[in-house]
């Protein structure tokens, strides 16, 4: 098998940025895992495709995965991440 020239396109690291930045968000959140399994927990898609937590009052939600649960799943990574580096070496 040869190497293809697609795929592997380096890993983004961004450290620092903007402060808006979900990266750095789900970084801090990933401190608080209460936090973000509730938000996994609660941020699931209805049969229409769209986040079920988000919905506002005239119904029409925010298409899932909405921003909140993207964010809880970085966290997540980074949350494993940061318990693999702990345990592992
Ligand atoms: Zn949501």
Redesign the pocket.
Known sequence: MTRGSTGDRGHRVSVGGADNEPSSMAAEMAAMPVVWRR?LV???PDRLGR?????TSSGS??R??????RIAEEAERIYELELGRAVGE
């Not at 899932?64 to 649960?69: E, G, H, V, Y």
Request: hydrophobic share 35%.
């Open positions: 938000l609660a941020h699931v986040c079920s937590a988000c919905r939600g925010e899932w995965p909405c921003s909140l649960r």
